[in-house]
């Protein structure tokens, strides 16, 4: 079964621009999570997407948004780069919105803003 | 102040030793999840509390929900267990908060 997927694995951009960024979850899951780890900080949480729709977010500001396709995958979307963007993005999913049956990362998308 | 604190920071051990991370955390729960990130970023969930204790491999996770406190134990280290572990608890509307990671490193 394939796992959690996310493209690219490296991205590099300028500051000002646009970035985004792919995850294609586990087949059956239905919810997807993306985080930020910036370096030097721990991970934080960015968005909660579940059957197409957002149901949460974490403390970003708005140029930071995505979406959900109908076949569960996601969109991460950060405009206006700035250079504290930089950071490695991931994303995980699970079934439904009850991660008390635990989730599953990708591994990653690093993003570099120059 | 954050709402995941944990502890150490950074562990260096001697392969064989018996390894104890500790995560306190101060906000309400519905279930905590230790994660293990290796070096490049990938992250593997390890365990999902919401009481009690729990037990895969070398690897045991306890939470006293209590307490507000959860430990994650490997027996028998081995170099290849040096990665950083991440404490993260959940709540209302799949809000995670997550610790700061321990860095351990296992010495053959």
């Known amino acids: 079964e394939a796992g959690v997927t996310q493209s690219p694995t490296h991205l590099i951009k300028t500051r000002g621009q646009q970035a985004t960024l792919r995850c294609s979850p586990i087949s059956g899951h239905t919810s997807v999570y993306w985080y930020q780890q910036a370096l030097g900080l721990g991970l934080q949480f960015l968005l909660w997407y579940d059957e197409g729709e957002e149901r949460n977010r974490g403390n970003f500001p708005p140029r930071f948004s995505g979406r959900q396709f109908p076949n569960y995958s996601s969109e991460l979307n950060v405009n206006a780069l700035e250079l504290e963007d930089s950071a490695l993005y991931l994303c995980?999913?699970?079934?439904?919105?009850?991660?008390?049956?635990?989730?599953?990362f990708g591994s990653g998308t690093r993003l570099t803003v120059v | 102040k954050n709402e995941v604190e944990q502890s150490p920071q950074n562990l260096t051990a001697q392969e064989g030793e018996f390894i104890t991370i500790n995560c306190s955390y101060s906000v309400g729960i519905s279930a905590l999840h230790w994660l293990q990130q290796h070096p490049g970023g990938g992250i593997v969930s390890l365990f999902m509390l919401s009481s009690g204790k729990k037990k895969h491999g070398r690897l045991i996770a306890t939470i006293n929900i209590q307490e507000k406190h959860s430990s994650l134990h490997i027996t028998a280290s081995h170099p290849r267990d040096s990665a950083v572990y991440i404490c993260?608890?959940?709540?209302?509307?799949?809000?995670?908060?997550f610790g700061t990671g321990t860095s351990l490193t296992v010495i053959p």
């Open positions: 993260a608890v959940s709540w209302i509307g799949n809000q995670f908060y």
């Open positions: 995980a999913s699970s079934m439904g919105g009850n991660t008390n049956y635990g989730y599953t």
